[in-house]
């Protein structure tokens, strides 16, 4: 689904990937590590074609990034829901329209109505439909924000900090939602700091753990 081979990045003079080389396969489940200002978020990025790496290459389904015509990319995007670390909405419209932005802005509908309601009761915001997204919960704004990801049903979810914001409970919730998307084939991948996290995910799903240390990713250990 993802593979990248020796990339580099930085900003400015500093370098913060180096050497990185790594694949995400069909079905997989990971975990991402690392401490603050690591390079979570930029690997993040570069695996979904926000960012074109400055040396090695990324390659998307098969593609080549920096080969890719802007039609491809758009493409390719539309087969990777990214739950951002601040989820940000349009104030202005309601939850179920910001949910479904993304088949808004790509021209697509839902072939059935039905299946928006379906989508809100399985994140639990079937009652918060109208609401708008100042008077959400942070709990709220995330599980909305995973919906939105998934309303254009991605091959590949990638999740940066999802549970950064919410309390344990929502925490567990969000990561069961995302168990669950990998059961049904998606490959996933979190960006998180809370090794509890990725603890209470050991009965549930088999997972590998990534840590970014020293510019580099390199495999946390077995199995979980």
Not at 40 to 47: A, Q, R, V
Not at 137 to 153: F, K, Y
Not at 158 to 184: F, H, I, K
Not at 198 to 204: D, E, L, M, V, Y
């Amino acid at each position: 689904m993802i593979e990248l081979e020796q990339v580099a990045y930085g900003y400015g003079t500093g370098t913060l990937l180096s050497g990185v080389t790594m694949s995400l396969a069909q079905g997989s489940f990971h975990f991402l590590t690392g401490p603050s200002g690591a390079g979570k978020t930029t690997l993040m990025k570069l695996c979904y074609g926000e960012l074109v790496a400055e040396q090695g290459s990324v390659a998307l389904f098969g593609q080549n990034v920096r080969e890719m015509q802007r039609d491809d990319v758009a493409d390719v995007r539309r087969r990777i829901g990214v739950v951002h670390q601040d989820c940000q909405f349009l104030d202005h419209l309601s939850l179920a329209e910001n949910i479904m932005l993304p088949l808004t802005v790509s021209g697509r509908a839902l072939h059935d109505p039905s299946e928006l309601q379906e989508l809100l009761a399985w994140v639990g915001l079937e009652r918060q439909a109208h609401a708008k997204p100042p008077e959400l919960s942070g709990g709220e704004r995330q599980r909305a924000a995973l919906a939105r990801a998934v309303i254009m049903s991605p091959d590949v979810i990638l999740a940066d900090e999802p549970t950064g914001n919410v309390d344990w409970e929502m925490s567990v919730r969000l990561l069961q939602l995302l168990v669950e998307l990998n059961r049904m084939g998606k490959t996933v991948m979190i960006a998180t700091h809370d090794m509890n996290l990725i603890r209470s995910a050991k009965s549930q799903v088999q997972a590998r753990v990534l840590r970014i240390s020293n510019h580099q990713v390199a495999s946390a250990g077995a199995d979980l």
